[in-house]
Structures are given as C-alpha cells and as structure tokens.
C-alpha cells in the first residue's frame, strides 16, 4: 500500500479534466479552471492548515524507486499535447460568443502553465536526455522552449541576486517584473548558447544552436496551426501560450521576492534554504507536483518532486502558491503582507551571522 501514495499526485489530472468540460461547454462554465484553481484551492488553503511533516527516514530511496512517481509525471506530457488539439478542435465550432472564447483560452493558458511549464520544469531538471526531451515538447506548448537553457544554467546559478532577472526586487510591482523576467530571460538565453558553442568552437549559426533549433520547432508548431486551422487560430493559440507564460512569471515572482544573497568579494553565498518562499499548503503541492517546496529544489536542484523536504529555515507563505499568485496581482495588498515579512527574514539572518 506504501506504494500508492503516489496516487495522491493524480489529483493534478483535475485541471485537464475541468479544461476538457471547458471546451465542451459554454458562458461562465468556460471558465471552471480558472474558478477551481483561483478561487476553490485558496479558499480550501485558508481553512486548512499547511502540513511541514516530511516523509520518514529511510522513505526516501522507496520514493525514488516507485515508477509510479515518474509514470504520473509522464504521463502529463501526451495529456498536454491532447488538450491542446482539442482546444484547436474546440475552437473552430461555430457560434462560439466572446466570452465562451475567451473562457476556453484561458483553460489552455491553465493548461499551458500549470501542465506544460511546471511539468517541463520538473523533466528538464531530469538527468535522462530523453526525460529533458519530454520536458521540451511540454515547454514547446507554451512557446517557452529556452526556459531550459536560462533556468538550469543560469537561474539555479544566480537565483536570488540582482543578475538574476527571474528573481523579484523588493518593493518592485508584478507588472514590472512580468516584462523585466521576460526579456532578461530571454536574452540571457541566446548568450548562454552563444557562450557554450563558443566553448566547443562551433558556429554560432548551424543547429547545433539549441536556440535556433528550439525556435524553428516552435515556429515550425505555429506554422502548422496556420496552414490547417487559419491565421485567426494562431491568434487564440498565441494568446493561451501567453497566459501561460505570464503564470510561469507569477510563480517566478513568489518565489524569490524580495530575498538576496549576500556577495563576499567577487562571489555571492552558496544558495541556502532562506532564498526561497516556501509553501507547505498541501492541495497547491499536490497540483503542482512539489513545486512550492521551492527551498529544497533550490538548495539540491536534482532531488524528484516526490523527495523534496519542508525545510526549517526557509522563509514560509502565509498560504499556498495559487492564493499568492492572486495576491501579487494587487500589488498594494501584496506589498502589505510580504514587505514585513521579507524584513523579518532580512532581521533574523542578522541576528544570526
């Protein structure tokens, strides 16, 4: 029985079930996801308590070796690429009202985010090429294929620090970070690459280019959707992709706001479990496969979603991921809860050294 508590993660199957019945209904019903993700789970975290225990001692190698923990999250990557095609299929019905339209658009940003880039995250933190592989088809559905090379090489690397554009300043407003994170990211993935093939002596301009093949894929992906459903369904596959890519962004705000590593001379301080928000809130833990165990991930980026620890010296949220993804999008209100929060952290490192 031990072995079935993998099952536990399943529930992250419920938003592309919700996603579907979007796309097979119509009015406010399109907008189920969003509902259950933004509103029900952070009502439900509100009332109950976030659980800090963490596995037995010894569980830790069973967890490894249960292939139910990898089967689950491999089977997300075709239950992505299949609700992306119905959402394509889906889309061309006629009579389809404004709102029905943008209710199924937002599903597949859901989708796009919470399946496609947390999912590809976690593969793409994976050792095996052809898990990092699935990991970037996930990331192709979200037009966010050089996630990979900026988030394992350089992000990882500088979380936490003001090179690091992923990482929120604090007092800085989340529509400020949204297009900061975004170009920096970006950018600093083409210099990456360009950096690497300069190491290896290869042309910067052949496909041995992980951006340049990266982006004929996704270009090759937007292509296709132009020539057999019409340029009007690029538009709505666009505008899911950006949804999901601005939820990535939210979750890259949370995460990091606000707290810094300290620089002696030339090199900052190893990453230690208080650079990162942490999320003990279990129902967000359950759907985002562990992702708000951040502190752990950060301090051994290699450890499986299913072994990552609650840790005593990160710095907790008062609730879970989805509750505080909604409270960054007010940004006086965010300011209100996390700015103490981030001195009181800032005072006890002091307090400390």
Same mark, same amino acid.
């Given at each position: 029985?031990k072995g079935l508590k993998a099952l536990k993660y399943s529930v992250g199957f419920v938003l592309p079930a919700l996603t579907w019945w979007s796309f097979n209904s119509y009015s406010w019903i399109t907008f189920l996801p969003f509902i259950y993700i933004f509103i029900m789970?952070?009502?439900?975290?509100?009332?109950?308590?976030?659980?800090?225990?963490?596995?037995?001692?010894?569980?830790?190698?069973?967890?490894?070796?249960?292939?139910?923990?990898?089967?689950?999250?491999?089977?997300?990557?075709?239950?992505?690429?299949?609700?992306?095609?119905?959402?394509?299929?889906?889309?061309?019905?006629?009579?389809?009202?404004?709102?029905?339209?943008?209710?199924?658009?937002?599903?597949?940003?859901?989708?796009?985010?919470?399946?496609?880039?947390?999912? =590809?995250?976690?593969?793409?933190?994976? %050792? #095996? @090429?052809?898990? !990092?592989?699935?990991? *970037?088809?996930?990331?192709?559905? +979200? &037009?966010?294929?050089?996630?990979?090379?900026?988030?394992?090489?350089?992000?990882?690397?500088?979380?936490?620090?003001?090179?690091?554009?992923?990482?929120?300043?604090?007092?800085?407003?989340?529509?400020?970070?949204?297009?900061?994170?975004?170009? =920096?990211?970006?950018?600093?993935?083409? %210099? #990456? @690459?360009?950096? !690497?093939?300069?190491? *290896?002596?290869?042309?910067?301009? +052949? &496909?041995?280019?992980?951006?340049?093949?990266?982006?004929?894929?996704?270009?090759?992906?937007?292509?296709?959707?132009?020539?057999?459903?019409?340029?009007?369904?690029?538009?709505?596959?666009?505008?899911?992709?950006?949804?999901?890519?601005?939820?990535?962004?939210?979750?890259?705000?949370?995460?990091?706001?606000?707290?810094?590593?300290?620089? *002696?001379?030339?090199?900052?301080?190893?990453?230690?479990?208080?650079?990162?928000?942490?999320?003990?809130?279990?129902?967000?833990?359950?759907?985002?496969?562990?992702?708000?165990?951040?502190?752990?991930?950060?301090?051994?980026?290699?450890?499986?979603?299913?072994?990552?620890?609650?840790?005593?010296?990160?710095?907790?949220?008062?609730?879970?991921?989805?509750?505080?993804?909604?409270?960054?999008?007010?940004?006086?209100?965010?300011?209100?809860?996390?700015?103490?929060?981030?001195?009181?952290?800032?005072?006890?490192?002091?307090?400390?050294?």
């Open positions: 029985m789970i952070p009502l439900v975290e509100l009332l109950i308590p976030a659980d800090d225990s963490n596995f037995e001692k010894g569980e830790e190698a069973s967890r490894l070796d249960n292939a139910l923990y990898d089967m689950l999250i491999y089977l997300m990557v075709p239950i992505q690429l299949f609700t992306l095609g119905y959402f394509i299929f889906s889309m061309q019905e006629v009579g389809l009202s404004f709102v029905d339209k943008a209710g199924r658009i937002l599903s597949m940003g859901l989708c796009c985010g919470i399946i496609g880039i947390n999912i =590809g995250h976690e593969l793409g933190h994976r %050792k #095996l @090429e052809w898990e !990092r592989w699935l990991a *970037k088809i996930n990331l192709m559905t +979200s &037009l966010n294929m050089h996630f990979m090379h900026e988030h394992n090489l350089h992000h990882h690397k500088m979380v936490s620090t003001p090179e690091d554009p992923a990482t929120a300043k604090f007092g800085e407003p989340l529509y400020f970070f949204w297009f900061r994170s975004i170009t =920096g990211v970006y950018a600093m993935s083409w %210099k #990456l @690459e360009r950096q !690497r093939l300069q190491r *290896k002596g290869i042309s910067f301009w +052949s &496909l041995n280019n992980q951006m340049i093949t990266d982006h004929i894929i996704q270009i090759g992906l937007i292509a296709a959707i132009g020539f057999f459903f019409g340029a009007t369904m690029v538009g709505y596959f666009l505008m899911a992709a950006l949804v999901g890519h601005l939820l990535l962004e939210t979750v890259n705000y949370i995460e990091h706001y606000g707290l810094m590593r300290n620089k *002696k001379g030339d090199r900052y301080e190893r990453v230690m479990p208080h650079h990162s928000w942490n999320s003990d809130h279990m129902v967000g833990r359950l759907h985002l496969f562990e992702l708000s165990r951040h502190s752990d991930h950060h301090f051994i980026s290699s450890r499986k979603y299913q072994i990552l620890r609650h840790m005593d010296k990160s710095p907790q949220m008062p609730t879970g991921y989805p509750g505080m993804m909604i409270l960054s999008t007010v940004p006086p209100l965010w300011f209100a809860v996390m700015n103490p929060r981030v001195k009181k952290v800032q005072e006890e490192l002091l307090q400390a050294s």
